[in-house]
C-alpha cells in the first residue's frame, strides 16, 4: 500500500497550545475537568505532535474532550470509540490515538469491544472516565453504578451488580492496566504518561465524579490509596488480589507486559504477501476493490 503522508511536526511547546478555543462546558465540579487537565498536561511532558495525534471519542459528557483539545478530533457513535480508534491508528500507524468516553459508553453499548481490542492489542490509550452513571442523559444507572447508591433517577437504585472495568482489564489480558482518579490530577497524569508510551492496548480507569447525578466524591475520597509500592506489576495474580482489597479503591499500576502489538503484525503480514506475490501485486489487488 502506498505510504500515508503525514503533515510535518508541530510539537507542542506550552499549555495554551494543546487547549482549543472551545471552553469546556461540563457542570461545576465535574471530574472530566480533572481528566482533561490530566490529558493536557500528558501532552506537554510528552511533547505531543499536534498534526499527529488522534483524539477519539463516544457519546456523553465525557465524548466531548476532543472538542477541547488542539488534536485531531472524532466525535464518534455512542459506545464505538474503541473500533473507530483502532482504526485509526490501523489506517496510519504513525499517528498517537487516545480513546475517551464513558461508563456507559465503554461497559453498557459498547461493552463488546472491550475484550477485542484488548485481544488485537492495538497500540491505543484508553481512558475510561467512569462517573458510575449515565450523566449525559441524566442520570440513569450505569454499568458500574453502586447498588448501594440511590440516584434522582433511580430512588430504589439499581438492582445489578456493578461491573469492576480494572478486573475486566486484567480478565482480558490487557497489556497495561491502571486506574486513576480525577481528584488526584498529578498521578493521572503520570498514569496518562505511561500509557501512551506504552506500546499496546493500554487501559486507565479514570474515576471522574459527576457532581449532579451521583456525587461520589465523598466515596471515593474516602478509599482511594496508593497501589503499594511492594506491588509487582509483571503479577496478574497479585493485581487481581488489589482489586478486591475490601474497602479500599487502589491507583496505579496494577499489571503491564508486552506481547506482540496489532499494527506491526499488518505490517508483517503486508511484507509477507507483497514476497509472495510480487512486489507491487498487492497494489493491483486492491485496485480492484477500490
Ligand atoms: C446508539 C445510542 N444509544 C443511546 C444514546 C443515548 N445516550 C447518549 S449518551 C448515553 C450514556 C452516557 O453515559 P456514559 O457513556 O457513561 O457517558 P457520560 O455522559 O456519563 O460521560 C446514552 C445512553 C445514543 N446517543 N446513541
Not at 465535574?30 to 495525534?53: E, H, P, Q, W
Not at 472516565?129 to 449525559?136: F, K, P, R, T, W
Not at 506504552?198 to 474516602?222: A, L, M, Q, W
Amino acid at each position: 500500500m502506498p505510504e500515508i503522508q503525514t503533515p510535518s511536526n508541530v510539537n507542542i511547546k506550552s499549555m495554551a497550545e494543546v487547549k482549543s478555543k472551545v471552553a469546556p462546558i461540563w457542570c461545576p465540579g465535574c471530574g472530566d475537568f480533572g481528566v482533561l487537565s490530566a490529558v493536557y498536561r500528558a501532552a506537554l511532558i510528552l511533547d505531543l505532535d499536534l498534526k499527529n495525534t488522534v483524539v477519539v471519542s463516544g457519546i456523553g459528557c465525557s465524548g466531548r474532550l476532543p472538542i477541547f483539545t488542539n488534536f485531531y478530533g472524532f466525535h464518534g457513535v455512542h459506545g464505538r470509540v474503541l473500533p473507530t480508534a483502532t482504526g485509526v491508528k490501523l489506517a496510519n500507524p504513525k499517528l498517537t490515538v487516545i480513546a475517551v468516553g464513558g461508563d456507559g459508553d465503554g461497559l453498557a453499548i459498547g461493552g463488546g469491544h472491550f475484550p477485542h481490542a484488548a485481544r488485537r492489542n492495538v497500540d491505543i490509550t484508553y481512558i475510561m472516565m467512569d462517573n458510575s452513571v449515565y450523566g449525559l442523559t441524566k442520570g440513569q444507572g450505569s454499568p458500574t453504578t453502586n447498588p448501594d447508591f440511590t440516584l434522582k433517577a433511580l430512588p430504589y437504585g439499581v438492582q445489578e451488580e456493578n461491573l469492576n472495568p480494572v478486573a475486566l482489564a486484567l480478565a482480558y489480558d490487557v497489556s497495561y492496566v491502571a486506574r486513576a482518579y480525577s481528584g488526584h490530577i498529578d498521578q493521572m497524569t503520570d498514569l496518562f504518561v505511561e500509557a501512551i508510551r506504552h506500546k499496546g492496548f493500554s487501559f486507565v480507569h479514570s474515576i471522574s465524579p459527576c457532581t449532579v447525578f451521583n456525587d461520589t466524591y465523598k466515596f471515593y475520597r474516602e478509599r482511594v490509596a496508593e497501589i503499594p509500592k511492594e506491588h509487582n506489576t509483571d503479577n496478574k495474580k497479585a493485581a487481581l488480589d488489589l482489586w478486591q482489597t475490601p474497602g479500599k479503591v487502589y491507583l496505579g499500576v496494577f499489571f503491564k507486559h508486552l506481547r506482540p502489538e496489532m499494527t506491526e503484525l499488518t505490517a508483517k503480514l503486508s511484507l509477507a504477501v507483497q514476497a509472495r506475490k510480487g512486489k507491487g501485486n498487492t497494489e493491483k489487488l486492491l485496485e480492484q476493490f477500490v
